[in-house]
C-alpha cells in the first residue's frame, strides 16, 4: 500500500500576507536613461532591493514579475524562505507614468511561481505548498483555496513549476505531481498511471527526486511531455503517460515542445537534448556550471536561458544570441513567450523583444 504523503517542504508557523502597495510614484525624468523604459523613480519604488526570480507575460503590453528582497534572504539562509518577502510586480506601458508598474507583496510564501492564464485573462501566482492567488492586475486579485492533496492528486507534493500550453495553465512537482487547471478552485489530476512513491521513495533522496517534475511543455493536450531527476522523462498520449527511452542519467531541468517539431530537454551544467519519443540526440555537453532555466520558441528560433546569458540554437548549434546591447544580455535568467513578444528578466534587469527587436525595460546598474 503506499504510504501516506508526508510533505516535502518546511512550512514556517508564519501568517502569509499578501497586501497591495500600489501608490503612484513621484516621478522624475532622466534624460541620461531615455534607452530604458522605466525612470529611475519607479524603478527605485518597486525592484530596489529585490531581485527578479520569475516572469510572464500576460499578453502584449502586460508584463508580470517575481521579485524577492535580497537582504531579508541573505538573514534568512537556504532553510527559512518563508521569512523571505515576494514581490509580484505588473507593468503596463502604454499606461502614464506614476500607475503603469504597481506591485502586490506576500509574506509567510515559500518559493512562488507564476504563469500567464490566457483563457481566464490573469496571472497565476502559486506557492511550493499549493496556496494560489490570482490576478489580472487591476486590483482584482483573489485568493483561492490551494491545490488539493492526496495519492490520486492533483496535488500528491510540492509544486515546482507552471507552464501554460495552449492558453491552459498546467503544474508540475513532487511526488510525480501533474495537474491542469480547468477554472478557479478547480484543478484536473493528470497524475493517472504515474507511479505512486511508497515510503522507500521518500527515504531515499535519488528515487525521491527522480520522482520531482522540473518541467512540462507539450504540442497539444494530447502531446505532453514532462521531466526529472536523473533523465527521467514521460510522455502523455492523451489516454497515459508512458516513460521515454531517454539516452543519459544527467539531471534534467527544462524543457521546450518547439515550434521545429522537436523537443528540447537542458540537463545539468549546460548540456542540451533534442529528439522526440525515444529518438534523443546530444547537442551540447556541459558547457556551463549553470543548466538552462527556461527554454521557449520565438520569433521562428529556440531560446535558451540562465544567469550567464541567452542563447539560440541554429543548424543544431547552440550560439550565443545576437543582442544589441551589454544591457540586454545582463537582463538574462528567465524567459516568457505570449502573444507575439517574449519577456527576459533576471538579476539585473528586464527586456522585451517583439519578434524583431529588443526593448529595455530597466537596467539596476545603471541607478547603482
Excluded at 508526508?6 to 522624475?28: G, V
Excluded at 491545490?147 to 513532487?174: F, H, M, N, Q
Aim: with cysteine; aromatic share 10%; net charge negative.
Amino acid at each position: 500500500m503506499a504510504a501516506d504523503f508526508p510533505p516535502n517542504a518546511i512550512r514556517l508557523n508564519i501568517p502569509i500576507k499578501r497586501y497591495h502597495t500600489c501608490q503612484p510614484s513621484a516621478l522624475t525624468t532622466n534624460d541620461d536613461k531615455t534607452m530604458m523604459q522605466l525612470t529611475e523613480a519607479e524603478y527605485r519604488k518597486r525592484f530596489d532591493g529585490y531581485i527578479i526570480t520569475d516572469c510572464a507575460v500576460l499578453k502584449r503590453g502586460q508584463y508580470y514579475f517575481v521579485s524577492r528582497n535580497l537582504a531579508e534572504a541573505q538573514r534568512a539562509g537556504p532553510t527559512a524562505e518563508a521569512m523571505v518577502t515576494k514581490r509580484l510586480s505588473w507593468y503596463i506601458p502604454d499606461k502614464p507614468e506614476g500607475s503603469r508598474i504597481l506591485d502586490m507583496e506576500f509574506e509567510g510564501y515559500q518559493a512562488l511561481d507564476i504563469c500567464a492564464n490566457p483563457s481566464e485573462g490573469r496571472i497565476l501566482c502559486i506557492s511550493i505548498d499549493g496556496s494560489v492567488t490570482t490576478t489580472g492586475g487591476n486590483g482584482d486579485d483573489e485568493d483561492e483555496d490551494e491545490i488539493p492533496k492526496s495519492i490520486t492528486g492533483p496535488r500528491r507534493g510540492t509544486i515546482e513549476r507552471l507552464r501554460t500550453i495552449d492558453d491552459c495553465v498546467y503544474a508540475v512537482g513532487s511526488s510525480h505531481t501533474i495537474c491542469l487547471r480547468k477554472g478557479p478552485n478547480r484543478w484536473e489530476s493528470l497524475c493517472l498511471n504515474l507511479p505512486v512513491p511508497a515510503r522507500a521513495d521518500f527515504d531515499d533522496v535519488e528515487r525521491s527526486n527522480n520522482m520531482a517534475f522540473q518541467d512540462i511543455d507539450g504540442f497539444s493536450p494530447d502531446d505532453l511531455y514532462v521531466i526529472a531527476g536523473a533523465g527521467r522523462v514521460w510522455h502523455f498520449d492523451g489516454t497515459k503517460w508512458s516513460r521515454i527511452a531517454f539516452p543519459s542519467d544527467m539531471d534534467v531541468y527544462s524543457i521546450c515542445c518547439a515550434g521545429d517539431g522537436y523537443v528540447y530537454i537542458g540537463a545539468q551544467s549546460g548540456s542540451l537534448f533534442r529528439g522526440r519519443g525515444n529518438e534523443w540526440t546530444l547537442l551540447v555537453r556541459e558547457m556551463l556550471t549553470l543548466p538552462f532555466e527556461d527554454i521557449v520558441w520565438h520569433a521562428g528560433k529556440v531560446w535558451l536561458t540562465s544567469d550567464y546569458g541567452l542563447w539560440n540554437v541554429i543548424d543544431g548549434q547552440l550560439v550565443e544570441a545576437d543582442l544589441p546591447s551589454s544591457d540586454i544580455k545582463v537582463c538574462a535568467g528567465n524567459l516568457s513567450v505570449g502573444d507575439g513578444v517574449m519577456l527576459m528578466a533576471g538579476t539585473n534587469g528586464a527586456a522585451v523583444h517583439d519578434g524583431t527587436a529588443w526593448q529595455l525595460i530597466f537596467h539596476r546598474m545603471q541607478f547603482a
